[in-house]
């Protein structure tokens, strides 16, 4: 039974549904500002909490990869250096857009992400996608393109923002080996040497208040770390691609934000447009849902 990664990535995307709110309120800060400090501190708690709190799970894991073969290793820091690339790379531009060029740039990005990484994993991974699935990528590249139309620069971000993480999820999958709280760390921590080099350029003088400092904890602890972690566990048990159509809970509790908190005017096309994603999650779970219940009645049938 899934039960458990289901949850995680649940619980995952779903509290990433709510990161602007947070983030918002740091708009009158530069982008490389939020994500250079929003890097340091979550590396930093992260290497406390294997460090100090962990320090079994390390020993255990600093065995593991030493009784790994060469190849293995080498495949293990391949795939996680790339992942601190594309981490990098999706956190700098979704801060960015998100500050910089629309709030629904960036809930774009994460409708098109989805697709993306089934058509990516389909491709890499040779996940298998059943017709009806298949069905569901349709409808939601249809719904997509209906929220773009007349947008194309919020399409053109959005798009490198989707590929960037459909990229870093696609590789998860090949990386199973080692513990996931330990890879995590090591992807984030790639992701700050990655970085490193620019901080003394871009890394503005402005000055950083409590506030500042306040909400960079708050990220990095709650949205950045917490659902981090949920995501890569639950790829220890799902597939990319069903990994990847959660993703559509992310924006449709921004949908839910806009219409219901911030009471911004939505029009009848955009409506219709996340009301259209919503039906392709629960289609694209259907063959999922059918195989749970069979092995479900296989075990009474069992018992």
Request: aromatic share 16%; hydrophobic share 55%.
């Amino acid at each position: 039974m899934n039960t458990k990664y289901y949850a995680a990535v649940i619980g995952a995307f779903t509290i990433w549904g709510f990161f602007s709110l947070v983030l918002k309120s740091l708009d009158a800060f530069p982008a490389f500002d939020i994500l250079s400090y929003r890097s340091l501190i979550s590396v930093f708690i992260m290497l406390i909490v294997s460090l100090i709190l962990r320090p079994k799970f390390l020993k255990k894991n600093i065995a593991l990869y030493q009784s790994l073969p060469t190849k293995t290793k080498k495949k293990i820091w391949f795939i996680n250096v790339i992942s601190g690339l594309f981490l990098a790379l999706n956190w700098f531009i979704f801060i960015f857009v998100m500050n910089n060029v629309s709030v629904s740039a960036t809930s774009l990005a994460y409708l098109i992400c989805p697709i993306l990484t089934m058509v990516l994993a389909y491709l890499i991974l040779k996940e298998k996608l059943f017709k009806i699935q298949w069905f569901s990528v349709v409808l939601s590249l249809v719904s997509c393109l209906l929220l773009s139309l007349g947008n194309f620069m919020d399409l053109f971000y959005s798009m490198i923002i989707a590929f960037t993480y459909a990229i870093y999820l696609v590789l998860q999958r090949k990386n199973q080996e080692m513990d996931r709280f330990l890879i995590l760390t090591m992807q984030v921590g790639f992701a700050v040497i990655l970085l490193l080099p620019f901080f003394p350029v871009y890394v503005s003088d402005m000055e950083k208040t409590s506030f500042f400092y306040g909400m960079i904890v708050v990220i990095a602890i709650v949205f950045t770390i917490i659902p981090m972690f949920l995501n890569i566990y639950a790829l220890k048990g799902l597939n990319s691609s069903i990994v990847g159509v959660f993703i559509y809970l992310n924006p449709i509790i921004n949908f839910l934000l806009a219409v219901f908190y911030f009471k911004e005017n939505i029009t009848t096309l955009q409506g219709v447009s996340y009301a259209l994603i919503g039906v392709s999650v629960v289609i694209f779970n259907i063959p999922n849902f059918r195989s749970q219940r069979k092995k479900r009645k296989a075990i009474h049938v069992k018992i």
